[in-house]
């Protein structure tokens, strides 16, 4: 049995901040989104850093959430395998969120080279996907320096120092709103190996530079992760919205 149709407004109208906007053209080409879960094996980079002032005003609109801890999420990722085949991704979170007192991880920024990708994030788990080129370079076999760029928007990161190898584990909840408003959590699971790190980013866009901060951050390096993203369950609207 084929997949039911999403249509196109639907993926079109998923909220982010304005660097992850899609034009009618590219939400009207979009295949119909491959369904959840999704397993995805790779490498990439991982930073944080303090939020900056005002940088929940960046949540997706009608987020709901008791209150936001004041940690910003960075992050490049290269799948070589999973669900929609091999793709690049760039991602940001302007801040963790407590919601009926578990953190949540609400994306409010991604983009990716994949249109595949891009039907199945916006249709499956309200990940407002944009497309994007990417520059990816490796050092003994591990990301070193990569950047992406858009519409009027770039994302630069590089490895300035990496410890030592270590096993890396997580097990967390994202926190997206669908194009209806309804407010959604979404299972993620990741284990792989890798490296803590420093890693210096920068930033351009209309938004970007003010919450996914240039700078050098605490991070990781990903040598090999495999990534499941479980199907999205609804939640009600209660807490707050910024």
């Given at each position: 049995?084929?997949?039911?149709?999403?249509?196109?407004?639907?993926?079109?109208?998923?909220?982010?901040?304005?660097?992850?906007?899609?034009?009618e053209?590219?939400?009207?080409?979009?295949p119909?989104?491959?369904?959840?879960?999704w397993?995805?094996s790779?490498?990439?980079?991982?930073?944080?850093?303090?939020?900056?002032?005002?940088?929940?005003?960046?949540?997706?609109?009608?987020?709901a959430?008791?209150?936001?801890?004041?940690?910003?999420?960075?992050?490049?990722?290269?799948?070589?395998?999973?669900?929609?085949?091999?793709?690049?991704e760039?991602?940001?979170?302007?801040t963790?969120?407590?919601?009926?007192?578990?953190?949540?991880?609400?994306?409010?920024?991604?983009?990716?080279?994949?249109?595949?990708?891009?039907?199945?994030?916006?249709?499956?788990?309200?990940?407002?996907?944009?497309?994007?080129?990417?520059?990816?370079?490796?050092?003994?076999?591990?990301?070193?320096?990569?950047?992406?760029?858009?519409?009027?928007?770039?994302?630069?990161?590089?490895?300035?120092?990496s410890?030592?190898?270590?096993p890396?584990?997580?097990?967390?909840?994202?926190?997206?709103v669908?194009?209806?408003?309804?407010?959604?959590a979404?299972?993620?699971?990741?284990?792989?190996?890798?490296?803590?790190?420093?890693?210096?980013?920068?930033?351009?866009?209309?938004?970007?530079?003010?919450?996914?901060?240039?700078?050098?951050?605490?991070g990781?390096?990903?040598?090999?992760?495999?990534?499941?993203?479980?199907?999205?369950v609804?939640?009600?609207?209660?807490?707050r919205?910024?």
């Amino acid at each position: 049995m084929s997949e039911p149709q999403i249509a196109p407004d639907r993926l079109r109208h998923v909220s982010g901040v304005p660097e992850s906007a899609i034009s009618e053209v590219l939400a009207a080409r979009l295949p119909t989104p491959t369904p959840a879960p999704w397993t995805t094996s790779g490498s990439g980079l991982v930073w944080l850093h303090r939020s900056s002032a005002g940088a929940a005003q960046h949540h997706q609109r009608g987020l709901a959430f008791q209150r936001s801890l004041p940690i910003t999420v960075g992050a490049f990722l290269r799948y070589d395998q999973g669900p929609v085949g091999a793709y690049d991704e760039v991602l940001g979170v302007p801040t963790l969120v407590i919601d009926r007192r578990r953190v949540r991880v609400p994306v409010a920024f991604m983009a990716v080279d994949s249109e595949s990708s891009i039907a199945g994030g916006r249709g499956n788990w309200a990940l407002p996907k944009t497309m994007a080129q990417f520059q990816w370079e490796s050092e003994r076999g591990a990301p070193h320096r990569l950047s992406a760029s858009g519409d009027g928007w770039s994302v630069a990161a590089r490895v300035r120092w990496s410890g030592p190898r270590m096993p890396l584990w997580v097990r967390g909840s994202l926190a997206q709103v669908n194009a209806d408003g309804t407010v959604l959590a979404v299972p993620v699971r990741s284990r792989g190996v890798g490296r803590l790190a420093r890693i210096e980013v920068t930033s351009e866009g209309p938004t970007l530079p003010s919450w996914l901060r240039a700078g050098v951050h605490a991070g990781a390096v990903l040598e090999r992760a495999t990534h499941t993203i479980l199907p999205a369950v609804p939640r009600s609207a209660s807490g707050r919205t910024p």
